[in-house]
């Protein structure tokens, strides 16, 4: 008998293989690690359940029972964790794209362990459920005023996630709090912050609360940039030039377009609201800094001035000839520039000092596009500090980068002298500051000495040769070379675009 008892025994392990054999083979629905956990004290507590009964030996009931508990208590834990990973996980989760909140699935699971639980008292222990029911009517009660936060927290879970006013990965404001979903579960909802804080709210506390959902209905998400400006600019330049600023930044939607409204009439300016349109509300720092910035380098400029608080006293003691010498050290810099453009290789000295009174020094910040291709240009950009990107964009592609220029490169020659639309576009890659030479500031040194057309057409027709040449060595625009410009043909160009007559 006792053999025959041991051999009975070997049946535990050989069950314990056996599940760990069934879970190896649902491999592929997740992870198995509680899953294998359980089978195996399935099968352990199963197979020491089956030698016992059948060995004909002597064993306490108690025995017997505790064993039948533990197989059929583990057994259905497990069969609940394959429901979790092939039903709900898989065929609902994957296949079906059926999102069932994880509230929901655990207390189903814990609904159908209470059952198995009576069912093993019942009639594995033979005990009476309606007595034990009575008697512990004071003990539950007992439990549930301690428990009763928890409750409550459990509660409101369960009507968030079933109500799902909110998804993990949507961005939320709650109370002080704002930040991605990346949680719910029984007891709290988890935000993650910009600081990349984890902050822990109870469910309780969100049912009662106020939530903003930055992620409903739709991404797109109106922000606002306040910018106070001097009273002595016309509000309608000044909308205009925020406008213009807010519209260039990358992230910034076009559609709905960017609004600018006056706020109101300040102690020592004009508030304006810069109203734009966002999709990514994580980056909402990233982008208002964008838009900031670039509404500081167009106002710069466009000589549009922040001002100073009344209240903060300036004292400045320049002399004029401290301001003369500081315009004189401007002008000089400006003409060291342009005085070695090949362009301007027909001007003598006095021309270059004529185009150097009305030539502007301006800023571009990092990512700023400086011309756009396909506008009309009337001016010369040259490059004094820092780097620019050449950006052609073909139809129905993306934008190429085909050459980066430098300090004292410049580009625009032929939309300064003829009007020609930008072929491509030019992109700040570095902060960089620029001579511009309008056709306003170009058009006094050309009325006053036409003779020097010649010499003009000639240095842009060997810049024009130069630039298509450059073009047929690279392979995104070999296709686009044009025919060089005929001498005659610019001259024609160049005295109808100033209004000269043709000689």
Known sequence: MELQFFERLLLAPLFAVIAAALVAVLRGFGSLRRLRIWAVLTGLSLGAWIAVQGSGMQFEAGARQALAAIALMSGAATVLRLVDLIFWDWFLSRRRHVLVPRLAVDLF?????????????????????????????????????????????????????????FNVGDWLTIGNHEGVVTQLNWRTLTLLTRD??????????????????????????????????????????????LARAASSCPEVTSNPPVEVLVKSFDESQILYDVRFWITDYSRLLQITDDVYSRCWYELRRNNLSIPFPTRDVTIRTASDEQEKKAAEDRRREIFSVLRPLPVFTPLNNEQIEMLVAGAELQVFMK????????????????????KVRIDKIHEGAAPTTIATMEGGEFFG??????????????????????????????????????????????????????????????????DEVRTTHQSSALLRRIGHFFGLDES
């Open 109 to 165: 699971k814990l609904i159908a362990l209470i059952g198995v639980a009576i069912s093993v008292l019942k009639y594995i222990f033979g005990m009476e459920l309606s007595g034990l029911l009575v008697t512990s009517t004071v003990v539950s009660a007992v439990i549930g005023l301690a428990i009763q936060d928890m409750l409550a927290n459990i509660a409101a879970g369960l009507g968030v996630q079933l109500e799902r006013p």
């Open 367 to 386: 990512g700023e596009t400086l011309v756009r291709q396909g506008d009309r240009g009337e001016s010369l950009f040259v490059i004094r500090a820092g």
């Open 413 to 478: 020659e032929m939309s300064l002298l003829t009007g020609e639309p930008r072929t491509a576009s030019i992109v700040a890659d570095d902060e960089t500051e620029v001579v511009v030479v309008s056709k306003e500031s170009f058009a006094p040194v050309l009325t006053a000495d036409a003779g020097i057309l010649p010499g003009l057409s000639a240095a842009l027709e060997t810049r024009a040769r130069n630039t298509q040449q450059f073009l047929r060595d690279l392979p995104a625009t070999r």
């Open 196 to 241: 990349r804080h984890e902050v822990l709210v109870p469910n309780s506390t969100v049912a009662k609360t106020e939530v903003i959902n930055f992620s409903r209905p739709s991404t797109l998400q109106r922000a606002h940039s306040y910018v106070g400006v001097a009273y002595r600019h016309p509000p309608g330049v000044v909308k205009a030039t």
